[in-house]
């Protein structure tokens, strides 16, 4: 098969990597409840296990970046896709509550950052065209996780018991991922140079990683994803609780996840076409100032017809916008390095999305009203915005990047 063809095999593989990788570790809201009924363990402990994952996730993605820019994504993206079934399997045998935490939030965390940035880098490094809409399809596949993965999980646990359902789910994790990460190949202009492209818009072909990491249009992308996550963890995580505040049952509440995760599929594949159509830094940053007024939006609705239409753009805009990080990181750095600007990125992200889970929480105990957690994450939401406003690329033509003072 070509190259102009094959692209596409690449995308699809992460596609489905991220769909089934992403679909495992969002298994756990839907076990959470019966592992705690049956082993006695505190919600809270269980649930904790998703924080720790995050955070695993941000202290791994360099890591797996790196390594995949030294030997290349398959064998990086091949060793998340055994150890992440692997680390569901013995999650599923967890004998005590510290256990669980460490098989299933450091161990999956750690495992499923092994497949999102070293397969971002890959497709991104894949396509000179259509860069935005490639890795948005990407993207949407991960998006589909929670349509897919946690139905099944559901149907699993509703008929058996938690650990024989995890069991079932590694299983099932380990029986996709594993033959389709045989897929995935290093983009051709490294395999067959071991250098980036050249041309017009080609990024500073010798900057160093050090370079790169001290790079102001590295700090600035890893500040702006770390607001942007920031900004829309909060209300993922407890806009049903609020929903259920409100006043709307828990099963109608539970329905506008739905909501937001369809409208994000489309959110980004009409971020991917608009980025390719008007640059990908020009619609982040309409997306990220967009995002903040749709987080916003949250404190003036109470019926859930309201709580579905701003469910849906708030969807639309925050999941349109994620993969533009790394269209930007690809018009800006190596080719060789890519691995590992990418793994800061999602380094940046993931420990945004570890703050709302407790920020949430915290408002709510303290004011007893979660309307301080959209007006906060309205401000942050302008915070990611100011910062991606300053972002410049670097000059064309250059050819490396001013050294940082001694």
Request: with cysteine; proline share 5%; charged share 5%.
């Given at each position: 098969m070509n190259q102009s063809r094959y692209r596409?095999?690449?995308?699809?593989?992460?596609?489905?990597?991220?769909?089934?990788?992403i679909g495992g570790m969002f298994?756990?809201?839907?076990?959470?409840?019966?592992?705690?009924?049956?082993?006695?363990?505190?919600?809270?402990g269980v649930s904790s296990a998703m924080t720790v994952a995050f955070l695993a996730m941000a202290c791994t993605s360099m890591m797996w970046g790196s390594l995949s820019d030294r030997f290349g994504p398959l064998p990086v993206v091949l060793t998340g896709s055994i150890v992440l079934p692997a680390s569901l399997a013995l999650a599923s045998q967890a004998p005590s509550l510290l256990a669980f935490q460490i098989m299933f939030g450091l161990m999956v965390g750690g495992s499923i950052s092994a497949i999102f940035a070293p397969m971002m880098a890959c497709v991104t490094g894949w396509?000179?065209?259509?860069?935005?809409?490639?890795?948005?399809?990407?993207?949407?596949?991960?998006?589909?996780?929670?349509?897919?993965?946690?139905?099944?999980?559901?149907?699993?646990?509703?008929?058996?018991?938690?650990?024989?359902?995890?069991?079932?789910?590694?299983?099932?994790?380990?029986?996709?991922?594993?033959?389709?990460?045989?897929?995935?190949?290093?983009?051709p202009a490294l395999a067959r140079a071991g250098i980036a492209p050249a041309g017009e818009d080609a990024p500073p072909a010798e900057m160093s990683v050090g370079q790169?990491?001290?790079?102001?249009?590295?700090?600035?992308?890893?500040?702006?994803?770390?607001?942007?996550?920031?900004?829309?963890?909060?209300?993922?995580?407890?806009?049903?609780?609020?929903?259920?505040?409100?006043?709307?049952?828990?099963?109608?509440?539970?329905?506008?996840?739905?909501v937001e995760g369809l409208a994000g599929l489309g959110g980004r594949i009409a971020f991917g076409l608009a980025g390719d159509r008007f640059g990908a830094k020009r619609v982040l940053v309409a997306g990220l100032l967009a995002q903040a007024f749709g987080a916003l939006a949250y404190v003036f609705?109470?019926?859930?017809?309201?709580?579905?239409?701003?469910?849906?753009?708030?969807?639309?805009?925050?999941?349109?916008?994620m993969p533009l990080y790394s269209v930007l990181v690809r018009e800006n750095?190596?080719?060789?390095?890519?691995?590992?600007?990418?793994?800061?990125?999602?380094?940046?992200?993931?420990?945004?999305?570890?703050?709302?889970?407790?920020?949430?929480?915290?408002?709510y105990d303290t004011f007893a009203s979660y309307a301080w957690?959209?007006?906060?994450?309205?401000?942050?939401?302008?915070?990611?915005?100011?910062?991606?406003?300053?972002?410049r690329p670097f000059p064309k033509g250059e050819t490396r990047p001013e050294p940082a003072p001694a």
């Open positions: 596409w095999v690449i995308v699809a593989a992460g596609g489905v990597l991220g769909c089934v990788a298994s756990l809201p839907v076990f959470l409840r019966p592992i705690a009924q049956d082993t006695g363990w505190s919600v809270t396509f000179d065209t259509h860069r935005s809409l490639a890795v948005s399809l990407v993207s949407a596949g991960m998006g589909m996780a929670p349509m897919i993965m946690s139905p099944l999980a559901a149907w699993l646990v509703s008929n058996h018991g938690w650990r024989f359902s995890m069991l079932v789910m590694a299983a099932v994790v380990a029986s996709v991922m594993i033959p389709v990460s045989l897929l995935v190949r290093r983009p790169a990491v001290r790079s102001p249009q590295f700090i600035i992308l890893l500040a702006t994803n770390f607001l942007c996550c920031a900004t829309h963890s909060g209300p993922i995580i407890h806009t049903v609780s609020y929903a259920v505040t409100c006043g709307i049952p828990l099963i109608a509440a539970v329905t506008i996840y739905s609705v109470r019926e859930l017809a309201a709580f579905y239409a701003v469910a849906a753009l708030f969807g639309f805009i925050y999941a349109g916008t750095f190596p080719l060789k390095i890519l691995g590992t600007v990418i793994g800061g990125t999602a380094m940046a992200g993931s420990l945004g999305m570890a703050t709302g889970p407790v920020a949430g929480g915290l408002i957690l959209y007006i906060g994450s309205w401000a942050v939401g302008l915070g990611a915005f100011l910062i991606a406003m300053t972002f």
